[in-house]
Structure formats: structure tokens, C-alpha cells
């Protein structure tokens, strides 16, 4: 059980950058994997971007590849999300989530179902 805020979300024009957190509330100790998912209107939920906490391993999605970077803060619990050259397909609501288990593959990684914790959002809007 762990608490997760973002925070970083606004409107922009494509092409610049931004940077969403995700603050947890416990120790980083306890959560194997954070993660980023997005969700445009009309459309499900996708994944962005994961980082398993211990070695810092890093997985994308290919829409993101090259452009948006997940990194952590051990010491102040935060995942972030480095978004550049944004364009409007990037427009969503941000959400992040944490895994406290283990994964039995690196599939794992992309399903957000794989993820029990979840924050309550927040949106990023890419004009063009």
C-alpha cells in the first residue's frame, strides 16, 4: 500500500518539455517498479515508461522512445518523467503506479495491470 501524487502536468506547445513527479509515500525499499501510463479521451490506458527502483533498469514505450526519459530519487521516493519534444499525440492524463512484487518477466513491465498502486493523474495537454 503506497500513496502517489503527480504533479507537472499542464499545457504546452509541441516541440518543448516537461517534467512530471510522482512523490510515494513510503520507502522506495518496499516498491520494486514505478511507472507511467497515460489515457487520451476516448482511448484506454498505455503504458509510457517503467523503472524497476533497485539498478535503475528502464523500459519504454516505442511512442516515447528517445523523447521522454524515467528516472527515480531514492532518497525523496520520486519517479520522474522527463517529456521532450512533446506533440499533440502526447496529450493525456499522466498517471503513475507501483509494483510491489517482483516480476515474473519484463512483460510485466507494460500492463497496467501489473501495477496496484496508482495516483489519481494529471493532465498534459500539447497543442500544436
Known amino acids: 500500500q503506497v500513496q502517489l501524487v503527480e504533479s507537472g502536468g499542464g499545457l504546452v506547445q509541441a516541440g518543448t518539455s516537461l517534467r512530471l513527479s510522482c512523490a510515494a509515500s513510503?520507502?522506495?525499499?518496499?516498491?520494486?517498479?514505478m511507472a507511467w501510463f497515460r489515457q487520451a479521451p476516448g482511448k484506454e490506458r498505455e503504458f509510457v515508461a517503467a523503472i524497476r527502483w533497485s539498478g535503475g533498469n528502464t523500459y519504454y514505450a516505442d511512442s516515447v522512445k528517445g523523447r521522454f526519459t524515467i528516472s527515480r530519487d531514492n532518497a525523496k521516493n520520486t519517479v520522474y518523467l522527463q517529456m521532450n519534444t512533446l506533440k499533440p499525440e502526447d496529450t493525456a492524463v499522466y498517471y503513475c503506479?507501483?509494483?510491489?512484487?517482483?516480476?515474473?518477466?519484463?512483460?510485466?513491465?507494460?500492463?497496467?495491470?501489473?501495477?496496484?498502486?496508482w495516483g489519481q493523474g494529471t493532465q498534459v495537454t500539447v497543442s500544436s
Open positions: 503506479a507501483a509494483r510491489a512484487a517482483a516480476v515474473a518477466s519484463v512483460t510485466y513491465y507494460y500492463t497496467a495491470r501489473s501495477y496496484s498502486d
Open positions: 513510503e520507502r522506495t525499499v518496499n516498491t520494486y517498479a
